[in-house]
């Protein structure tokens, strides 16, 4: 029996990171901390505060710390309680307790595509979340709530797009729209995974939260390998495009933080560490001295 409410997220981790080398060499990408959590936690988080509390991870060799980080540390925990950080134990629990965590690997790294048809077994004929760990959406700016809504309210599945600079638009899969009476829903009349500079159809570019329905996995098990020779999450949604109840996309106008390569997780650090109340009043202040102190460096040599 079919059911029409989400309750179910994929996070799909089985990338190798190969951006991060020398850093994710033996450690997992998703592990990378972003302050003082891990970047999949912020991923799991968000899936939690959306009501989705069954968490399918999607993961591949050399993975194990994924699944080690949402599991007991007992030796840590008694030796956070006896020396009494309650603080930290409490952080340690938190990631323990949040979610009934599972997880399958991948196996052959095929693309998108192919790790979310991993997730088919578990899934059943549901619809479902799907969440990638490169994009972090800030707390105060809930997304996932949005497009669950849009998907219980018009059917079928439902995108995140984002506005992006149309000269970057070859970066990203990219949405035909027509609008709808709702000013940040659109309904999806075609889909380009990543096209050539300079031919891209709009700037919406679909950003990685994903509500599925089931109905996208016998399409995943047909689409022919797309861009890289891999099966292309993309291709598949184009094709439900044309049946009914088509595609709908949500545009995100909120804060959020790419972790994708070097330079925007070191933004994504910034902004998120002068945001904490616990960081933010000295943390900001620093920053604003050294930033002051570079202009006036770099002031000093072009005077020389």
Same mark, same amino acid.
Request: glycine share 10%; proline share 6%.
């Given at each position: ?12 981790? #089985? ?84 979610? @009934?965590?599972?997880?399958? @690997? ?6 998108? %595509? ?25 707390? @105060? ?13 018009? %059917? ?96 995100? @106008? ?49 005077? #020389?």
């Amino acid at each position: 029996m079919t059911s029409d409410r989400v309750t179910k997220a994929v996070i799909p981790a #089985a990338g190798l990171g190969t951006r991060f080398l020398p850093a994710t060499k033996a450690m997992p990408k998703e592990m990378l901390p972003v302050v003082d959590k891990p970047a999949i936690q912020y991923v799991v988080e968000e899936a939690v505060a959306a009501g989705l509390n069954d968490v399918l991870m999607i993961t591949g060799r050399n993975k194990n710390a994924l699944e080690n980080h949402f599991d007991r540390a007992t030796e840590l925990e008694y030796l956070l309680e006896t020396k009494g950080d309650i603080d930290r134990l409490a952080a340690v629990h938190h990631s323990t307790d949040l979610a @009934r965590m599972h997880y399958v @690997r991948q196996g052959d790294p095929r693309g998108l %595509g192919h790790a979310v048809l991993r997730a088919r077994m578990h899934v059943g004929d549901e619809p479902f979340a799907v969440l990638l760990g490169d994009d972090l959406i800030d707390t @105060r700016d809930p997304l996932l709530e949005r497009m669950i809504g849009v998907a219980g309210a018009r %059917g079928g599945s439902v995108v995140a797009l984002m506005e992006v600079d149309p000269l970057t638009a070859h970066r990203y899969g990219i949405a035909t729209v027509v609008r709808t009476r709702d000013d940040d829903v659109v309904r999806i009349t075609g889909l380009v995974e990543k096209p050539p500079l300079g031919t891209a159809p709009s700037n919406l570019a679909i950003i990685g939260r994903y509500v599925l329905d089931p109905g996208v996995f016998p399409v995943l098990e047909t689409v022919a390998p797309g861009r890289g020779g891999e099966i292309q999450l993309t291709d598949a949604l184009q094709e439900l495009v044309h049946v009914a109840p088509g595609v709908h996309g949500v545009i995100f @106008r909120g804060r959020r933080y790419d972790t994708g390569d070097r330079l925007d997780y070191l933004k994504a650090v910034v902004q998120l560490a002068v945001d904490r109340s616990d960081l933010g009043p000295d943390f900001e202040p620093w920053l604003e001295e050294f930033i002051a102190a570079r202009a006036e460096l770099r002031s000093g040599r072009v005077g #020389a």
